[in-house]
């Protein structure tokens, strides 16, 4: 009787090329990012090309007590995570670092243990803050009472904790100076010095007034502005150049018109900027009534505005008319699930607006809304979208 | 249930439901329109959403002085809520399901009684040393406040003073009247 394994040599022997010889993969091989490119960017906390649509790896984050909160060393070869420990799993002895990534290897670069009293909330904007000078990187504490947690990145130190009471959240503020918003709409200023070291707190009075139209957390930076959006579509800025920040005047997203047609301003990440053109892309979607938390609604449309003229130059919909939908859900940053909860755009010539939406990830030119893909197949469904590359 | 997820569970699940219901707002609309001569009728608009939440088939929970039906979502002491409701894990309204601790600090808003048209302060503590319960997620946010209006903000782990600080599920006690 002819065995099997006789048969299928003969079959190999026919259709093997001639000369062919396997060779043997080297064991223990992992890969190492070549030089970024500005359209790498994260989605939570995996890094994917946008336009190859291609996955190209994890960061290692151990703990998500809170949304994917990163930033990034100036020079972009450091990336800086929040992570949360126990003893035991989810009890025992609670240990808070700040712990630093190689953007290059995405493997874990060092790490600071920071007091364990980072906020455990819904926040990434505001979770922590590099200061502009990239050395000194601010973590926002809740215990409830607020506090910012400072860490010498050079060093590699915990230099110390600075009480803000009332005041919550922390932005850069420049080169040795936090931003923070207080719960009455007051801006505290909090400055360091060249340690780290708290030098002075200073409140800026009546930024807003939260119980009339309070600001969603979710800022933007723009050249040396914070942008922030009220619930109300009302567009606040603050510019840290000066020796004290310049609170900006405020104007409206929405048109008359918009509001006869009940347009608002929704979306768990509602606000992306592209430098170089000026332009503000937003999510906006119509309801009725005003909504109590516009983070939980998805955009239907996504509209671009010229910073400097303020003027609406672009109107999109937020998403392509795809049948099949991922639905909501995925993970992070899922909402309503009948739009999109979360926009960024790519920075340089030709910008890319990337957009999370029900039916998944999509790529199309910023500056015509040409689809480059309609739905990232390569890519986590869904999750806050940082740059890699500003 | 891994518990590093209790902040993944509240935006799945939260989403989901979402998509099916509408806020509280929109749920006093619905009940705006039953309670004959409610003074608070002309305060509350028609909505679109409640008619799409209507043709879903939409059912309106039993109002019976203060009972109702705390396993519902839109009981009337969840208006603000954002998370799971204890009673669908082992507590009550008021208590925290058996072996977890009611988180000391936490959120507050205001709701309306349908029983009575009175305004109550409602406590939401989350119930605090285990993995999320995963049953019966509830997020409804009227007058919800950012992060930064910490007292009045449900997108806060409330066990954050608690030495374990894994999220389990929420009750809503009520502290007494809103207008005295």
């Given amino acids: 009787m002819i065995s099997r394994t006789w048969l299928a040599g003969l079959a190999i022997g026919i259709t093997a090329t001639p000369g062919f010889a396997q060779e043997f993969d080297a064991f223990g ?38 949304p994917a909160a990163i930033e990034f060393s ?32 995405l493997g874990v670069a060092g790490e600071v243990v920071i007091p364990a009293k980072r906020a455990l909330a819904l926040i990434v904007k505001g979770a922590l803050a590099l200061t502009d000078n990239g050395r000194f990187l601010g973590v926002f504490n809740l215990t409830p009472a607020t506090s910012i947690s400072v860490v010498d990145i050079e060093a590699g130190t915990f230099v110390g904790e600075i009480s803000t009471p009332g005041c919550s959240l922390v932005f850069s503020g420049g ?14 200023t909090v400055t360091v010095d060249e340690v780290g070291r708290e030098v002075s707190k200073e409140r800026t009075e009546s930024f807003f007034d939260p119980e009339i139209d309070p600001l969603r957390e979710a800022g933007v930076r723009f050249g040396d502005e914070w942008l922030f959006v009220s619930f109300d579509g009302t567009m606040h800025s603050v510019d840290v150049a000066g020796e004290i920040p310049r609170i900006g005047e405020s104007w409206s997203l929405l048109s008359e018109a918009d509001r006869e047609e009940n347009w608002r301003i929704t979306g768990r990440q509602p606000l992306a900027v592209h430098e170089q053109s000026g332009r503000l892309y937003v999510l906006a979607r119509q309801s009725e ?102 | 249930m891994d518990s590093t ?31 004959v001569g409610a003074a608070s009728i002309p305060l509350l608009p028609m909505s679109r959403a409640a008619a799409q939440a209507a043709d879903a088939g939409f059912r309106e929970p039993d109002i019976d002085g203060d009972a109702g039906d705390p396993m519902n979502c839109n009981y009337w002491r969840y208006c603000s ?15 925290c399901p058996p072996g977890t601790e009611m988180s000391a600090v936490t959120w507050i808003g205001t709701c309306q009684n349908p029983a009575d048209g009175n305004d109550y302060l409602i406590s939401y503590n989350d119930c605090c040393g285990k993995s999320p319960c995963g049953q019966c997620f509830c997020n409804n946010n009227e007058d919800d406040m950012p992060v930064y209006v910490t007292g009045r903000s449900n997108n806060i782990n409330w066990c954050l003073a608690h030495s374990t600080t894994a999220y389990h599920s929420t009750v809503a006690l009520v502290l007494g009247r809103a207008d005295g």
């Fill in chain 1, 29 to 66: 091989r992992s890969e190492v990012l070549p030089e970024p490119e500005r359209d790498w960017m994260f989605v939570d906390y995996s890094l994917v090309d946008v336009t190859d649509d291609r996955y190209l790896g994890l960061i290692g984050v151990a703990e998500t007590f809170s």
């Fill in chain 1, 74 to 105: 100036p020079d972009g070869s450091s990336l800086f995570a929040l992570e949360t420990f126990y003893t035991r799993g989810n009890r025992g002895d609670r240990t808070d670092t700040v712990t630093i990534f190689d953007t290059v290897t």
């Fill in chain 1, 175 to 188: 080169d040795l100076r936090y931003l923070m918003i207080c719960a009455n709409g007051d801006l505290l």
């Fill in chain 1, 289 to 390: 009534e005003p909504l109590d938390d516009p983070a939980d609604w998805d955009g239907t449309e996504i509209w671009a505005f010229d910073l400097a003229t303020r003027e609406r130059v672009q109107r999109l919909e937020a998403r392509p008319e795809l049948e099949e939908g991922g639905g909501p859900g995925g993970a992070i940053g899922s909402t309503s699930g009948d739009g999109t909860s979360n926009i960024q755009v790519t920075q340089g010539d030709e910008p890319l607006l990337v957009a999370v939406s029900d039916t998944g990830i999509s790529v199309r030119h910023a500056l015509n809304g040409d689809y480059l893909h309609e739905r990232l197949e390569n890519a986590p469904a869904s999750g806050w979208l940082s740059l890699r590359i500003r």
């Fill in chain 2, 5 to 35: 997820n209790w902040m993944d569970r509240r935006f799945e699940t939260g989403a989901r439901y979402l998509a099916r219901l509408t806020s509280r707002r929109s749920f006093l609309t619905r009940l705006g329109t039953l309670l």
């Fill in chain 2, 81 to 95: 809520i954002d998370g799971f409701m204890s009673p669908c894990c082992g507590g009550s309204a008021s208590s």
